[in-house]
Structures are given as structure tokens and as C-alpha cells.
């Protein structure tokens, strides 16, 4: 059974930083697209980011692009998610997850197959 455990939630002042990571078990993450979705509860929920197994090319939503950064350390099998100049609407559960294709396509309605219980991140002054 696929597992992930995330940490690195918290809560934040407007302009911080808060790091995400999810290490996954039971699967090779460089098999997959792995990436972060967020949702708030009542809205739809967001794809933010992933990073491809095959060739480590990394995608990211515009509402993130510039503020947050995927990465991988294959040997942890984790994926990590720095996040800057975090916003109030960046508050949400986030939630790492693994897809099969390799994050082709990738945007905002990007379904991942497989996901972890989420990690809640909150940015308020």
C-alpha cells in the first residue's frame, strides 16, 4: 500500500517561509510524476506543482511560480516543497501526491492517483 507522510505545516506571518516534505513508502518516486496539490475546504482544489521521474523537469502553477521551488531527494525517497513569500491565500491543506504521467500536461486541474493526508498551512498576521 502506497504511503506518504508529510510534515512541515505550520503557521506563518504574510512574507515567511514554511518547507513541505513527504517521503513516500512501498514505491519509488522517480517511477512516478510526483507533486503538490492544495485545497480549501469548500473550493476546488489546485495542483501547484510536480516533478517528473523521467527527466526531473519541474512544473508549477503561476499562483506559485517564483515563490516555490519542488524538489526530490531520490535516496530519502522525499519530495520537498520550499515555499517563500508566502500570501494569505496560499493558506490551504497541501497534499503530495504521485500521478503516472509524469506531470504531462501539468496545470491547475492536474489529478494525482495517489495522495498523503495533507498537511495544513495557514499564512496570517
Known amino acids: 500500500e502506497v504511503k506518504f507522510v508529510e510534515t512541515g505545516g505550520g503557521l506563518v506571518r504574510p512574507g515567511g517561509s514554511l518547507r513541505l516534505s513527504c517521503k513516500a513508502s512501498?514505491?519509488?518516486?522517480?517511477?512516478?510524476?510526483i507533486g503538490w496539490f492544495r485545497q480549501v475546504p469548500g473550493k476546488e482544489r489546485e495542483a501547484i506543482s510536480c516533478?517528473?521521474?523521467?527527466?526531473?523537469?519541474?512544473y508549477y502553477t503561476n499562483s506559485v511560480k517564483g515563490r516555490f521551488t519542488i524538489g526530490r531527494d531520490n535516496a530519502e525517497n522525499t519530495v520537498y516543497l520550499q515555499m517563500n513569500n508566502l500570501k494569505p491565500e496560499d493558506t490551504a491543506i497541501y497534499y503530495c501526491g504521485i500521478e503516472f504521467e509524469f506531470c504531462t500536461g501539468f496545470g491547475p486541474d492536474h489529478d494525482f492517483d495517489y495522495w498523503g493526508q495533507g498537511s495544513q498551512v495557514t499564512v496570517s498576521s
Open positions: 512501498e514505491i519509488i518516486i522517480t517511477d512516478y510524476g
Open positions: 516533478i517528473s521521474g523521467i527527466d526531473d523537469k519541474t
